[in-house]
């Protein structure tokens, strides 16, 4: 069965600082990788997608994630965050023809100034 | 901009009462999904409709759930008997297949459930 998992629950970071989110995918057949977002109050949104080609992804807000098929990895990275990242992050999977995406615990990500 | 709209955006129920939920996707969206997220945790599928059919269910969804969409556009989720583990949020997200399944869903900004 297919799975992701976020190694931290909370990431606090300063502002104008790198960020590296961690997300481990499993799976036995071709995957899709995601990223989405949830702004406090607000619906989650899709930050960022892998479906195929490149391995470097970028997103939404200056966020980009690398595909490590060797290391099962999608780390989303962003090379300096600001206050208004501040939100919940989720990785999620799903495989071709396959409807359900299946979402890691999230990382919550705070920004201090 | 008239995206995924979910309604009542706050419920609190006695154990044992019955609650709905109805969820309005994006109009040109045929398909429909409910997810539900506890706190700490991410968002597990429930369930989701092509249209009016309702394709797939997962083990989550006890008897006493049932979601209904009747005319192929909004969605009505039922709790049956709540009970105080059902307390959580539950999403609902609406996609298109045109161009293609991408995986990307369009989330409402949820309905919170709490059980007393």
Same mark, same amino acid.
């Given at each position: 069965?297919?799975?992701? +998992?976020?190694?931290?629950?909370?990431?606090?970071?300063?502002?104008?600082?790198?960020?590296?989110?961690?997300?481990?995918?499993?799976?036995?057949?071709?995957?899709?990788?995601?990223?989405?977002?949830?702004?406090? @109050?607000?619906?989650?949104?899709?930050?960022?997608?892998?479906?195929? *080609?490149? +391995?470097?992804?970028?997103?939404? @807000? *200056?966020?980009?994630?690398?595909? @490590?098929?060797?290391? +099962?990895?999608?780390?989303?990275?962003?090379?300096?965050?600001?206050?208004?990242?501040?939100?919940?992050?989720?990785?999620?999977?799903?495989?071709?023809?396959?409807?359900?995406?299946?979402?890691?615990? *999230?990382?919550?990500? +705070?920004? @201090?100034? | 901009?008239?995206?995924?709209?979910?309604?009542?955006?706050?419920?609190?129920?006695?154990?044992?009462?019955?609650?709905?939920? /109805?969820?309005?996707?994006?109009? !040109?969206?045929?398909?429909?999904?409910?997810?539900?997220?506890?706190?700490?945790?991410?968002?597990?599928?429930?369930?989701?409709?092509?249209?009016?059919?309702?394709?797939?269910?997962?083990?989550?969804?006890?008897?006493?759930?049932?979601? !209904? /969409?009747?005319?192929?556009?909004?969605?009505?989720?039922?709790?049956?008997?709540?009970?105080?583990?059902?307390?959580?949020?539950?999403?609902?997200?609406?996609?298109?297949?045109?161009?293609?399944?991408?995986?990307?869903?369009?989330?409402?900004?949820?309905?919170?459930?709490?059980?007393?």
């Amino acid at each position: 069965a297919q799975s992701v +998992t976020q190694l931290d629950s909370q990431v606090p970071v300063f502002e104008e600082a790198p960020v590296e989110l961690r997300c481990n995918y499993s799976s036995s057949v071709s995957v899709y990788l995601f990223w989405y977002v949830q702004y406090p @109050n607000q619906g989650l949104q899709l930050l960022l997608k892998y479906l195929s *080609g490149s +391995t470097l992804v970028k997103g939404i @807000n *200056g966020f980009e994630a690398e595909f @490590n098929k060797s290391q +099962t990895s999608f780390h989303l990275r962003k090379p300096s965050v600001h206050i208004s990242d501040t939100a919940e992050y989720f990785c999620a999977t799903t495989s071709q023809g396959a409807q359900k995406l299946v979402f890691g615990q *999230g990382t919550r990500l +705070t920004i @201090n100034p | 901009d008239t995206g995924v709209s979910q309604n009542p955006r706050h419920k609190i129920t006695k154990r044992g009462q019955n609650v709905t939920f /109805r969820c309005d996707p994006i109009s !040109e969206h045929n398909r429909l999904y409910w997810y539900r997220q506890t706190l700490g945790q991410g968002p597990e599928f429930l369930t989701y409709f092509q249209n009016e059919a309702q394709l797939e269910k997962s083990r989550l969804l006890s008897d006493r759930f049932s979601a !209904e /969409r009747p005319k192929g556009s909004f969605s009505t989720l039922e709790i049956q008997r709540t009970e105080q583990g059902d307390s959580a949020m539950y999403l609902c997200a609406s996609s298109s297949p045109r161009g293609g399944w991408t995986g990307e869903l369009f989330f409402g900004e949820g309905s919170r459930l709490t059980v007393l």
